[in-house]
């Protein structure tokens, strides 16, 4: 089956630093991706959909300046969380399209961002 | 705002088939019904989908009303690892189309 990858899997920062998340279709090539935030036992919430070569289009609420999405390529797009607050302390995780695959999403293993 | 309606939570016992219910009223004429689950601090794991036909594959079934308005994910002989949150979501079946998560139901299988 398609895979996702995601990476790290978990990350500890400073207040104030900026931290890289990556999301890669390993077998397919995505033109779209999806990143999703997750709080303790809550659902997963929709920040934005990456669309590879366009910008980033996010939900309302999410702060474009402060979630940098990149998707400069068909099989990776990363998210960058800029000056990064305990209260960004989440589990983050991707998610991609595969053509073909009755437009089922693959999820990334997710990534869970701790922020000191 | 997700269009789906699921209990918070159930149990069931080992071995035995566990049927999650979801309510979907107001799911329109194009959008099928897909269920996924989340182990705990895992990415959500595909399940199956449905538009108006009843599907199985290897790892469950999916009962549609015929007015569509709710489904029943039936997991046949439920095990221990099948303990998750299930996610019952309804989405125009394209590429590109996004997934909208609820409350999902949270499932414990029991020995």
């Known amino acids: 089956g398609a895979v996702v990858s995601q990476h790290p899997s978990w990350v500890i920062c400073k207040s104030g630093t900026s931290v890289k998340i990556e999301c890669r279709s390993l077998d397919f090539q995505a033109t779209t991706m999806f990143w999703y935030r997750q709080f303790p036992k809550q659902s997963l919430m929709l920040m934005a959909t990456?669309?590879?070569?366009?910008?980033?289009?996010?939900e309302q609420g999410v702060e474009k300046d402060k979630f940098l999405i990149n998707h400069a390529s068909l099989t990776l797009s990363t998210l960058t969380v800029t000056s990064a607050h305990p209260e960004d302390s989440s589990f983050y995780i991707c998610s991609a399209d595969k053509p073909g695959a009755n437009e089922k999403l693959f999820f990334g293993s997710g990534t869970q961002l701790s922020v000191l | 705002d997700a269009k789906t309606t699921q209990p918070p939570s159930m149990d069931c016992a080992e071995g035995r088939a566990a049927n999650l219910p979801c309510n979907h009223s107001?799911?329109?004429?194009?959008?099928?019904v897909y269920w996924y689950r989340q182990i705990h601090s895992q990415g959500p794991q595909y399940i199956i989908h449905g538009l108006k036909n009843n599907e199985t594959n290897e790892m469950a079934s999916l009962i549609i009303t015929e007015d569509r308005k709710s489904s029943t994910l039936i997991l046949p002989h439920a095990t221990l690892r099948d303990t998750a949150v299930y996610y019952c979501i309804v989405r125009v079946k394209a590429a590109g189309n996004k997934l909208t998560f609820g409350g999902g139901t949270r499932v414990l299988v029991k020995p």
């Open positions: 107001t799911i329109s004429g194009n959008e099928y």
């Open positions: 990456s669309n590879e070569g366009s910008k980033a289009t996010y």
